[in-house]
T-cell receptor
């Protein structure tokens, strides 16, 4: 079946560094992608999204890049802070019909930020 | 705070039992989604409701069922529970299902089967 996978299960950075979390997806028909942050004991928290007609979108300290040619998604976090430590998931939204809303999640990347 | 409320936060029960998990979506959201998060399967989509009607199904077991009520809150019913049903169950909501909108998640119900 279709799946979304992450290249790196863990990432450790120093406070102040920039972090890059990667994600590969397999459904070329997917037209919407979302990054979530999940802290211990909490539900996934929306960070940023991007539609397939874009290749870059910026938020506050975060940037998402989409490369449809190689079906790759990345999340860049600038000036990473200890509060950014969490598990990060990419998710794709099914394209069209009743597939809309059916989010397929990657495995997740554990980001650890050292002070 | 996402605005999605799930109760209870924790549930401990025995095999063979039945439980009901409750979700209140964000104000104004018409679509509700249920997900299961386990260590071996990750986050898996179970089922989606929109304005009271079932809209999409994922890998949801026949022992599981859900419904969305006129006030838009939703319940997930799990019956004949097995040890493998131990997991975190999340509810999410969004405005409408036919557009690209992010889903906002509650903090989940942790279900432990003894």
């Amino acid at each position: 079946g279709e799946s979304v996978g992450l290249h790196l299960p863990t990432l450790s950075v120093q406070e102040g560094d920039n972090s890059i979390i990667n994600c590969a997806y397999s459904n070329s028909a997917s037209d919407y992608f979302i990054w979530y942050k999940q802290e211990s004991g909490k539900g996934p928290q929306f960070i940023i999204d991007i539609r397939s007609n874009m290749d870059k979108r910026q938020g506050q300290r975060v940037t998402v890049l989409l490369n449809k040619t190689v079906k790759h998604l990345s999340l860049q976090i600038a000036a990473t802070q200890p509060g950014d430590s969490a598990v990060y998931f990419c998710a794709e939204n099914g394209a069209g019909g009743t597939s809309y809303g059916k989010l397929t999640f990657g495995q997740g990347t554990i980001l650890t930020v050292h002070p | 705070d996402s605005g999605v409320t799930q109760t209870p936060k924790h549930l401990i029960t025995a095999t063979g039992q039945r439980v009901t998990l409750r979700c209140s979506p964000r104000s104004g959201d018409l679509s509700v989604y249920w997900y299961q998060q386990s260590l071996d399967q990750g986050l898996q989509f179970l089922i989606q409701y929109y304005n009271g009607e079932e809209r999409a199904k994922g890998n949801i077991l026949e022992r599981f069922s859900a419904q969305q009520f006129p006030d838009l809150h939703s319940e997930l019913n799990l019956s004949s529970l097995e040890l493998g049903d131990s997991a975190l169950y999340f509810c999410a909501s969004s405005g409408t299902p036919n557009s690209n909108q992010p889903q906002h998640f509650g903090d989940g119900t942790r279900l432990s089967i003894l």
